[in-house]
């Protein structure tokens, strides 16, 4: 259970051929367990009481934790003990959420600040963060199941808690085995109905649901082998040292392609996991308009509109998806009150950065989503009101050469934007950003400045005035 890099074995010449390290091959061997306790529970306790299923959750899950973290597993066992204390003396209230969010957020903060090294490391902090967003929604939940419910929303109204769920209980939410390690983000209402038979029930209780598990997990493994291939072809390594080697327009484009290959090593773990929860049905997401059952409840990623997306908000619609909503429902919606939209979604990203850890790239990174985001939807409009470009994009040939602008415009900057978020430390991506003379910096940056010059240009409103 040691993470030293011991290469003999099975595993270790598993890592050694893959060029990754042994905790990697542990977390990738951890999510593919899965599958047979998937089987093991629909097999013997998919019926049974939803106590007894709990244990085999959570000795699922504590297995899982302990193989790859060894005794660190006990992280998770305090913070949820911590929280379900809390819950129990003051759940529902104002004070619970406040305890239960600096509680976890501290506890996981101390975590990053104990265990940070200069590079990506796979530690107990890894699962710690999913766990904190889930034991942060339960207070949440329990909170607006104590309000008037025509003051919730939609979403609060299907998610919240009119009781504490038993510690049994919470604590096989949090080890669920489909998800303890690296997520997907669900919410304990969800699990509930799981184990409790309702989505056996509503589903049919047919074996669907394993084709639509094969389907993701295959889809899985083919972005695993993208992103090997594209990390053997462009690696760090190479991009630290050899890109000043390269004319600017090629810097650019290998600053893209470089940023997307790396945006697959979490794909790949999505979509495996994914794969898993479909697997055990806890995925079961009603029907659609066909009466056919869908299983993407647990979707963390739109590969559709990831591949095909021509503004950087469609690679934030599409990625990560599970913790964007959870971000999106206990944090920003929860900050209305400031009467911001503008705060809010910078508060949130601050949030989302502290949520991931200390390293500088995370903030960088979160900091050029903000900028970008301000860009794309300021110059939306003016766009919109330019008829030359609106008939540009109307005509086939037109709309094809915006589409290669607007894609080229993708992949650059989404790379510039996540480069620091893989490197973490600033005096790695700093270089990178030198590379490319900082050319993303000073385009979103000065935008605000020029915005009243730029937009009546593109618009074309000074042309009207003119005529």
């Known amino acids: 259970m040691s993470g030293n890099q011991d290469y003999s074995g099975l595993f270790g010449t598993l890592a050694h051929t893959l060029g990754c390290t042994m905790p990697a091959i542990r ?34 899950g ?33 004070l619970s ?62 998610e919240c808690l009119k009781a504490l769920p038993s510690f049994l209980e919470i604590a096989a939410f949090v080890y669920f085995p489909g998800s303890f390690l690296v997520g ?40 695993l082998f993208f992103y090997q291939l594209g990390t053997y072809i462009i690696s760090d390594q190479y991009m630290i040292s050899k890109l000043d080697t390269h004319n600017y327009i090629s810097r650019l484009l290998l600053l893209g392609l470089w940023g997307r290959v790396n945006l697959y090593k ?27 059952t869908k299983w993407d409840g647990c979707k963390n990623v739109d590969l559709k509109r990831f591949e095909n997306a021509t503004e950087f908000s469609h690679y934030i619609q599409s990625f990560n998806m599970n913790t964007n909503e959870w971000c999106s429902e206990y944090v920003y919606k929860r900050l209305k009150f400031m009467g911001s939209r503008f705060a809010s979604q910078f508060l949130t990203l601050v949030f989302l950065a502290i949520w991931h850890g200390f390293h500088s790239g995370y903030y960088v990174t979160f ?54 978020f893989h490197l973490l430390s600033y005096t790695r991506y700093l270089k990178i950003y030198s590379s490319v003379y900082w050319i993303g910096s000073i385009i979103f940056l000065s935008y605000p400045f020029l915005a009243p010059f730029i ?13």
Request: proline share 3%; aromatic share 16%.
């Open 455 to 467: 937009k009546p240009l593109i618009s074309g409103r000074r042309r009207a005035h003119v005529d």
């Open 367 to 420: 900091f050029n989503e903000f900028i970008i985001m301000y860009f794309e939807r300021d110059i939306a409009s003016a766009l919109k009101k330019n008829q030359s470009i609106q008939a540009t994009a109307n005509h086939p040939l037109g709309g094809i050469l915006i589409w290669i602008i607007l894609k080229l415009y993708t992949l650059v900057f989404m790379g510039y934007a996540f480069i620091p």
């Open 62 to 94: 504590t297995f899982l934790g302990a193989w790859n973290f060894g005794w660190n597993v006990g992280h998770s066992a305090l913070a949820l003990s911590a929280t379900y204390l809390i819950l129990r003396l003051f759940g529902g209230s104002t």
């Open 266 to 292: 979490y794909i790949c773990c999505w979509l495996l996991s994914e794969g898993v929860c479909i697997t055990f049905g806890i995925s079961y997401n009603g029907k659609d308009e066909n009466g056919s």
């Open 97 to 158: 959420i406040i305890l239960t969010f600096v509680f976890n957020m501290g506890y996981l903060s101390y975590g990053y600040w104990v265990t940070t090294t200069d590079g990506y490391d796979i530690k107990w902090t890894m699962p710690h963060c999913v766990l904190t967003l889930r034991l942060i929604g339960i207070a949440f939940n329990l909170s607006d199941g104590r309000k008037d419910e025509s003051k919730l929303s939609a979403y609060q109204k299907k």
């Open 184 to 223: 997907p983000q669900f919410t304990v209402k969800r699990y509930q109905n799981y184990v409790s038979g309702v989505f056996i029930k509503e589903s049919g209780g047919g074996s669907d649901h394993i084709e639509a598990g094969f389907t993701r997990t295959m889809q899985g493994f083919l972005y």
């Open 27 to 60: 977390l990738l061997v951890s999510i593919f367990l899965g599958f047979p306790f998937a089987y093991i529970h629909r097999r013997f306790f998919i019926n049974k009481s939803p106590e007894l299923q709990h244990i085999f959750f959570i000795l699922c």
